[in-house]
Each structure stands twice: as C-alpha cells, then as structure tokens.
Nanobody
Framework: QVQLVESGGGLVQPGGSLRLSCAAS????????MGWYRQTPGKQRELVAT???????NYGDAAKGRFTVSRDNAKNTVYLQMNNLKPEDTAVYYC????????????????WGQGTQVTVSS
C-alpha cells in the first residue's frame, strides 16, 4: 500500500513561516508529480503548488512570491516553505501525489494525505 503523511502544520502569527513536509511511503515504483492543496470547511479544494519529478514548479496565485515547493526524490518527499503567512492562509493543507506502485507499473494512481492544519492568527 501507498500512503502520504503530512507534517509541519500548526499555529503561527501573521508574517510568520512554516514548512510542511509530505512523505510518500509504501509499495512505490515511481513518483511523478507531487503537490499541495488547501481547503476550508464547505469550500472547494484550492491549488497551492505542484512540482514535477523533474522539479518544475507551478503555483496558485495566492502562493506566488511567498511559498516555495521543493522535493527530495530520494526520500519521496515534497516540501512547502510558507513565508509571510496571512490569516487567509488558514486551512487544512493536503498533500497530493501521482504514484505508480509495483502492482500496476504501467499507470499512475492518485493519492491524498489526510491533511495538516495551518492556522495563522494573533
């Protein structure tokens, strides 16, 4: 089985920083794109950032200039460095990955982490 586990969320003051991590583990053959999405109750899940296996990044508008996505392919881990956080960044942040496992080496499956809470407040 494959799973994604996020860490690094918490409470931070406006203007502060957090770094989120998401590690993929299990019966992994290959990890393609990874990324971060966020969601508040009753709202659609919003793109924060994605990064390909070749480290090409794509950002949602709210993340540009403040957040940086990176990855460590050897560890099957994606990171999100969040700087200059604002109250509107408060959300549950979900890790996403497209992964080929050993039971299906010819196609990718989509995986989601369970989410980590980020709260930006004084």
């Amino acid at each position: 089985q494959v799973q994604l586990v996020e860490s690094g969320g918490g409470l931070v003051q406006p203007g502060g920083s957090l770094r989120l991590s998401c590690a993929a583990s299990g019966n992994i053959f290959r990890v393609n794109a990874m990324g971060w999405y966020r969601q508040t109750p009753g709202k659609q899940r919003e793109l924060v950032a994605t990064i390909t296996s070749g480290a090409s990044a794509n950002y949602g508008d709210a993340a540009k200039g403040r957040f940086t996505v990176s990855r460590d392919n050897a560890k099957n881990t994606v990171y999100l460095q969040m700087n200059n956080l604002k109250p509107e960044d408060t959300a549950v942040y979900y890790c996403h990955a497209t992964i080929m496992d050993y039971s299906a080496r010819s196609y990718y499956k989509q995986y989601w982490g369970q989410g980590t809470q980020v709260t930006v407040s004084s």
